[in-house]
């Protein structure tokens, strides 16, 4: 029954398989270039389910077999085929329902998106800013070790180093898909180094991970942005003071889901070349409306679910980096790692593998799968 229920779900997708097959060939969903990605996404995840599908019939179909075999041939050594052959589908079957079952749940459709990050220092003053500049080491070395590209778009040093802020944009292969789950509170326990008492403090900084806008996600009249151009500051030799490099957008936008007009202001001192600067400043002010438009909906999805893996309130802590006992806890699902400077090093994907269990898990729930 169970078997019947999931080829039931797989059969009503074949067809729409099909339409979409059509569909992307057509030259009037080609010249519509939003429907036109949006189309080919679905026909490449529609089609790792058909891929799936086949491998599952081919399952069933080689189980059934090896039991007829099983019941009908004297031959010893068909039988012992047959066996080994039972063996190998009763083994996969599971496997593969499970497989399908996370095919089968509604991707996220930002999870292909490059992304743009934002580390601020939060609670601890000094303290929170060094902390910031550890977490942003360990994106960086992460993102290394995923061959992604980081760049920095704008930052604002502490006053006894690391960052009271940073914003860097990260572009590779489910960049979204995979940093979302960094968003919120960070919170970290340890003896700063202007404490001479030894005494332990707690800081936090808060990491906010945005999909990176594509041109057609969002409307922006380009004439009303008001830009100024101003000279950088930090590293970058004598062009740096000379040059106007720097470039700073102003919009104003009423924003759909409240009614209210408010002003977006966003700088870029990411090049020395101002063009590229501006193209950059664009990029992250899309980002930026296109974030607010979709809160709602992040929201909505969020107040539906027990727990919030990956969506919600940024403002909840979600991570403890605990230093005088090397540990990390990750609140939202109860993860414990003892060795706190391997974390730091980039080292973080295992705890990203288990958040991605529990959403999933949680996700299957909600699909009744």
Known sequence: MAENSL????EGLMSRYEEVATLITDPSVISDQKRY????????DLGDIVKARQEYLDCLTNLKDAKEMLATEDDPEIKEMAR??????EKRIPEIEEEIKLLLIPADPEDDKNVIMEIRGGTGGDEAALFAGDLFKMYTKYCELKGWKISISSFNEGTAG???EIIFSVTGEKVYGTLKYESGVHRVQRVPATETQGRVHTSAATVAVLPEAQEFDVEINEGEIKWDTFRSSGAGGQNVNKVESGVRARYMWKNPNTGETEEILIECTETRDQPKNKERALAR???F??????QKY????ASKRKTMVSTGDRSAKIRTYNYPQSRITDHRIGYNMQNLSSFMDGNIQDCIDQLIVAENAERMKESEL
């Open 7 to 10: 080829l039931n779900k797989l």
């Open 289 to 294: 409306i296109y974030d607010k438009e979709h």
């Open 84 to 89: 080994e052959e039972m063996a190998i589908a």
């Open 298 to 301: 992040i929201d909505d999805i």
């Open 162 to 164: 690391g960052f009271k």
């Open 285 to 287: 002010l899309r980002t």
């Open 37 to 44: 990605v949006k189309l080919t996404k679905e026909y490449k």
